[in-house]
């Protein structure tokens, strides 16, 4: 399956006269999404640190792909990243390299020029031909450009950096610059912030501080635009009950959820479960124990398998509140500064993972040994103080 590749600017490849960088057409064998001249060549800016290519002193490169693949979390702690190294070369065409699921909301998003789709193929067990045209497509992306900032640094990103030294070796090409790719493994005990502003300050970049994301919303369509601005009108939380499905061990309870449901329904908050498709049953169930345990069902709005990631953005923007497992729903809630309160257990840390927020205090954690020893009092005090908190200071 070949790579993706769109630009906010119209295509950079496959261009008529086949001068894209001074390489043949054959060099590029992307899927474009929208055609339309190819902008002029940019323009390189001084800069001072590990950007720097060999021999170009007191210049930055001016074409970066940036890898970062990962599920919503990853991606949404990486906006940081994303904005300081833009803010660090504003006059860099970047490119993301992403998966598929987190392409069409990353095109929004003011940091890059390009994003590049990037389907993660399995490595082993596939026939040859298939290996050797995903190997075909990635190092004719990387070709495009003259550095590659690792932001996943996984084993899968690390065999594509041999991949692309064997192919350029073999044609007797200049190595393509990876800076900082083999120095940051030792920080693996550090919050994903604290590596993060690492791996920027190897790259000689400075970190921003966190801003909320709102072009996420551009995308949000009718009805769905319209409905959760109808549930604005009144004081909603949201409740995020889900999670991964291979790690069932980051759950709370159902039943401790519907607990907690039932308790902001009699206390007159509009309660919202947000959840994928395959977490409909999930929700239904919650919802089904919350009624039995006394709530009314006009103040419980299942919205299962209704939100992409825009009209979840929004939806967590217009809450109250926020609580749930750690997920990525959690860390978009705190991205957007809502007070969002998260539940961590034995399979994830939240020394490493804890979402944050631009607003310290907008997100908390709540963390115990075993889902089950987590009593739904505790949750819902918890929260409440933080509602309460939230509140006065503002």
């Known amino acids: 399956m070949p790579l993706a590749m769109w630009c906010?600017?119209?295509?950079?490849l496959g261009c008529s006269t086949g001068a894209c960088l001074n390489q043949p057409r054959s060099l590029w064998p992307m899927t474009l999404q929208?055609?339309?001249?190819?902008?002029?060549?940019?323009?390189?800016?001084?800069?001072?640190?590990?950007?720097l290519q060999p021999g170009q002193t007191g210049r930055?490169?001016?074409?970066?792909?940036?890898?970062?693949?990962?599920?919503?979390g990853d991606i949404v702690q990486a906006f940081g990243f994303f904005a300081a190294l833009r803010g660090a070369c504003p006059q860099a065409w970047i490119t993301l390299l992403t998966e598929p699921a987190f392409a069409p909301s990353m095109r929004l998003a003011p940091w890059f020029d390009a994003v590049a789709e990037d389907r993660r193929l399995p490595l082993w067990g596939i026939p040859p031909w298939r290996l050797w045209r995903q190997a075909r497509h990635l190092t004719g992306l990387f070709n495009q450009h003259c550095l590659v900032v690792d932001a996943q640094q996984s084993g899968r990103t690390r065999l594509y950096r041999r991949l692309d030294g064997f192919w350029r070796q073999a044609r007797g090409l200049k190595a393509l610059e990876w800076p900082c790719a083999e120095r940051l493994h030792h920080h693996g005990r550090l919050h994903t912030s604290e590596r993060q502003k690492s791996h920027l300050r190897c790259l000689g970049v400075l970190p921003v501080a966190p801003t909320q994301p709102l072009w996420l919303f551009q995308s949000v369509a009718e009805p769905m635009r319209s409905f959760i601005h109808a549930l604005a009108k009144r004081p909603f939380v949201v409740l995020?009950?889900?999670?991964?499905?291979?790690?069932?061990?980051?759950?709370?309870?159902?039943?401790?959820?519907?607990?907690?449901?039932?308790q902001l329904a009699q206390a007159g908050w509009?309660?919202?479960l947000a959840g994928t498709d395959q977490e409909r049953t999930l929700v239904r169930a919650i919802t089904t124990q919350a009624i039995k345990r006394g709530a009314s069902p006009k103040y419980l709005v299942d919205c299962s398998g209704r939100t992409d990631l825009a009209a979840l953005a929004l939806l967590l923007h217009k809450a109250h509140g926020v609580v749930g497992n750690d997920t990525g729903t959690m860390h978009l809630g705190a991205a957007l500064d809502v007070p969002s309160l998260t539940l961590f257990f034995a399979e994830?840390?939240?020394?490493?993972?804890a979402p944050l927020a631009p607003t310290p205090g907008h997100s908390r954690v709540l963390s115990?040994?075993?889902?089950?020893?987590?009593a739904p009092e505790t949750v819902l005090a918890a929260f409440k103080a933080l509602l309460a908190e939230v509140a006065r200071t503002h």
Not at 60 to 72: K, N, T
């Open 240 to 262: 995020v009950p889900g999670g991964s499905a291979g790690r069932l061990g980051k759950r709370w309870p159902a039943g401790c959820f519907a607990h907690v449901t039932a």
């Open 368 to 374: 115990s040994r075993q889902a089950a020893q987590l």
């Open 60 to 72: 930055v490169p001016q074409r970066i792909l940036v890898i970062r693949h990962g599920a919503l």
């Open 34 to 51: 929208q055609a339309s001249p190819l902008p002029p060549r940019l323009t390189e800016r001084p800069l001072a640190g590990a950007l």
């Open 348 to 353: 994830s840390d939240p020394r490493r993972t």
């Open 8 to 12: 906010r600017h119209g295509p950079q």
């Open 270 to 272: 509009h309660v919202a």
